[in-house]
């Protein structure tokens, strides 16, 4: 079995920082890409950032500048540091590994549960 975790959501005022974090267990022998999304309530999901093995990192364009994104490939974890914050970053955010459990198979999406993250004053 496999497992993302996220942990670190919770209620910040406007202007504030939270930091989130997902640890990825189970049988894993690599993960190629981990990455952030955030769905807020009547919206679609959608991509906050990304970061691949190699340290590649995308963004969106909405949190540029504000957001960064870092991962720990010794602990299968990856991090999201959110400065700045405002209310429209309020949504439940969700933590996707891109992994393979065993080196014969194909790597496959996996999610965490979520984190609610609310800003607001």
């Known amino acids: 079995q496999v497992q993302l975790v996220e942990s670190g959501g919770g209620l910040v005022q406007p202007g504030g920082s939270l930091r989130l974090s997902c640890a990825a267990s189970g049988s894993i022998s690599s993960i190629s890409a981990m990455g952030w999304y955030r769905q807020a309530p009547g919206k679609q999901r959608e991509l906050v950032a990304g970061?691949?093995?190699?340290?590649?990192?995308n963004f969106a364009d909405s949190v540029k500048g504000r957001f960064t994104i870092s991962r720990d490939n010794t602990k299968n974890t990856v991090f999201l540091q959110m400065n700045s914050l405002k209310p429209e970053d309020t949504a439940v955010y969700y933590c996707?590994?891109?992994?393979?459990?065993?080196?014969?198979?194909?790597?496959?999406?996996?999610w965490g549960q979520g984190t609610q993250v609310t800003v607001s004053s």
């Open positions: 970061i691949t093995s190699g340290g590649v990192r």
């Open positions: 996707k590994g891109r992994l393979r459990r065993w080196y014969w198979e194909e790597y496959d999406d996996y």
